[in-house]
């Protein structure tokens, strides 16, 4: 009897740590730029604030003063990471941690694009030359060789 109620107990526990996570990355800036990402939260509760999460920028010391800011459309809610500097490197490696209810943490890595100006290059169309007509001989006939006669 002892046992079940611990098991029991246990399972509502896992079930509110399960309740809270943390979805896929979107980013919206692009190489050179600040970082601009914004992470869906899963089961969000209409008390969840913004301070509840933080950075670890895995060794990425352009996001250790990231700013995060929670944004809410209905029930969802977006975390929206933001670096104050331009990340000037392709890729950024960070985990956000969230540490109300219970510790969460999901590993991330974005690829930054290049800006949209260079990622659609100019191509210089090479000038046409316009080429004089050759001359034409006045008729067909007057250029062919004589044939010989068939036998």
Do not use: W
């Not at 896992?14 to 914004?38: I, N, T």
């Not at 929206?80 to 990340?87: G, N």
Request: proline share 10%; glycine share 6%.
């Amino acid at each position: 009897m002892k046992l079940s109620t611990v098991c029991l107990l246990g399972l509502c526990h896992a079930g509110s740590a399960a309740a809270l996570g943390l979805g896929d990355a979107s980013v919206r800036s692009s190489l050179g730029q600040p970082l601009d990402v914004r992470i869906e939260v899963l089961g969000a509760t209409p008390g969840l604030a913004a301070d509840c999460f933080h950075v670890d920028p895995a060794g990425s010391g352009a996001l250790a003063r990231a700013r995060l800011s929670l944004e809410r459309n209905g029930e969802q809610a977006v975390l929206h990471v933001r670096s104050p500097q331009p990340v000037n490197d392709p890729f950024a490696q960070f985990a956000i941690v969230a540490d109300c209810t219970a510790r969460i943490q999901r590993d991330y890595v974005v690829l930054l694009d290049p800006p949209s100006a260079i990622d659609a290059p100019v191509v210089a169309e090479a000038p046409t030359i316009a080429r004089r007509p050759e001359p034409r001989p006045a008729s067909a006939t007057a250029m062919q060789p004589p044939r010989a006669a068939a036998r």
